[in-house]
């Protein structure tokens, strides 16, 4: 079963919505049995729900985070994973050092998606500007939906 870990910073925000709307996607696209989808955080405290307003705003979407705790990146939770997609470079820079058995398999969400590599910002000093985050985030998976799956399927049969 071919599996997607998305990282952020704290796991509050950016990763959870990114993977739920991922799950989403794949299940509307009728493969949602085959993935193995998670999320954690550079930098992220166990236990903490999602930030109040992201619930929110994943409602709008069809997404339930209620049920999201926060969780740290862990070598185990890396290597459990075939894709690692990160929001930001300075997440996968950190990553391929911290981790560097991982490295061939961490890439920027922009990257996988659309081929271009730019950061997704962690906006959450308003609502309006998680808001643009979250259609950000929503547009990336669900356009770049093919493209995230062929790489995660790819590096899948590498490690075969």
């Not at 998606?113 to 959450?124: H, S, T």
Request: hydrophobic share 45%.
């Amino acid at each position: 079963m071919p599996s997607v870990l998305f990282v952020c910073t704290a796991n509050r925000f950016r990763s959870p919505f990114a993977s739920a709307f991922f799950r989403k996607t794949a299940d509307e696209s009728g493969s949602a049995g085959i993935w193995t989808v998670d999320s954690a955080g550079t930098w992220a405290s166990s236990g903490l729900p999602v930030l109040p307003a992201i619930s929110r705003i994943a409602r709008d979407y069809g997404l339930d985070l209620a049920g999201h705790l926060s969780k740290p990146v862990t070598r185990s939770l890396l290597a459990s994973h075939d894709l690692i997609l990160v929001m930001e470079r300075g997440h996968k820079e950190a990553l391929q050092i911290e981790f560097p058995e991982s490295g061939d398999r961490i890439h920027l969400l922009s990257q996988a998606a659309e081929g271009r590599e730019y950061d997704i910002p962690d906006l959450i000093a308003s609502f309006e500007s998680m808001m643009e985050v979250a259609a950000i985030l929503s547009s990336l998976v669900r356009t770049g939906f093919g493209n995230i799956c062929d790489l995660a399927i790819r590096l899948q049969a590498n490690r075969g």
